[in-house]
């Protein structure tokens, strides 16, 4: 169990310019989650995969941001035309169902998370 | 719609004592989960404590321990015999059993004293 793994750690960019994140989540995990949080916030919810599927999808995700989850593995989170309001920090967790149980009692398990800066 | 509240932005403690971070949610759905997770400076989130709503008694996790008072919804997370190394930002979350999303509250940074 290596834990999620996010890149890169940091970046910063310019605004207008286009970025992409990676999440790799644990490998038997077959749920993962895109998460948004800012300074002295709690994590938002972005974005939620089960294998390839999106199934569900925050209103906070406007149009410019886009995540996929090709082959029900890893996942990638783009943001186009960055502004500076986009600057946090964005996290990434994964999980995996147990059987017979309701999602109530399913820990994420969280990434380290890719700190985004727009000058 | 489910919301949390942690009305406390920060706490100190006296290492070795005990300490009470209050959180308080709201929620329609009879089955919903109660977390808390401990965020260092480093950024990553750990899972601390589950405490589901159809639970009879409170859990606990070593020296952690969850304060689950149903009719009041509340949640508090008790952390005995502080270290050091509690100093973080803690969150209370909650999970509706109609939805995957896991909602936080603001956060309760905890500054553990010598």
């Known amino acids: 169990d290596t834990g999620v793994s996010q890149n890169p750690r940091h970046k910063i960019t310019k605004r207008g310019q286009n970025v992409t994140f990676r999440c790799d989540p644990i490998s038997e995990h077959n749920r993962l989650y895109w998460y948004r949080q800012t300074l002295g916030q709690g994590p938002e919810f972005l974005t939620y995969?089960?294998?390839?599927?999106?199934?569900?999808k925050s209103r906070l995700l406007s149009d410019r941001f886009s995540a996929e989850r090709p082959k029900g593995s890893f996942s990638t989170l783009e943001i186009q035309r960055t502004e500076q309001g986009d600057s946090a920090m964005y996290l990434c967790?994964?999980?995996?169902?147990?059987?017979?149980?309701?999602?109530?009692?399913?820990?994420?398990?969280f990434g380290s998370g890719t700190q985004l800066s727009v000058l | 719609a489910q919301k949390i509240t942690q009305t406390q932005p920060g706490m100190f403690v006296q290492e070795k004592e005990a300490v009470t971070l209050d959180c308080t949610y709201d929620t329609s759905d009879p089955s919903y989960g109660l977390f808390w997770y401990k965020q260092p400076s480093s950024g990553e989130m750990i899972f601390l404590i589950y405490q589901g709503s159809y639970d009879q008694q409170n859990a606990t996790e070593g020296r952690y321990s969850l304060n689950f008072q149903k009719a009041r919804k509340s949640a508090n997370l008790v952390i005995s015999a502080s270290q050091l190394g509690d100093s973080a930002m803690y969150f209370c979350a909650m999970r509706e059993a109609s939805s995957y999303k896991l909602i936080f509250g603001s956060g309760t940074r905890l500054l553990v004293r010598p």
């Open positions: 967790a994964s999980s995996s169902p147990r059987q017979g149980s309701d999602a109530t009692n399913e820990k994420l398990f």
């Open positions: 995969f089960q294998n390839e599927a999106q199934l569900e």
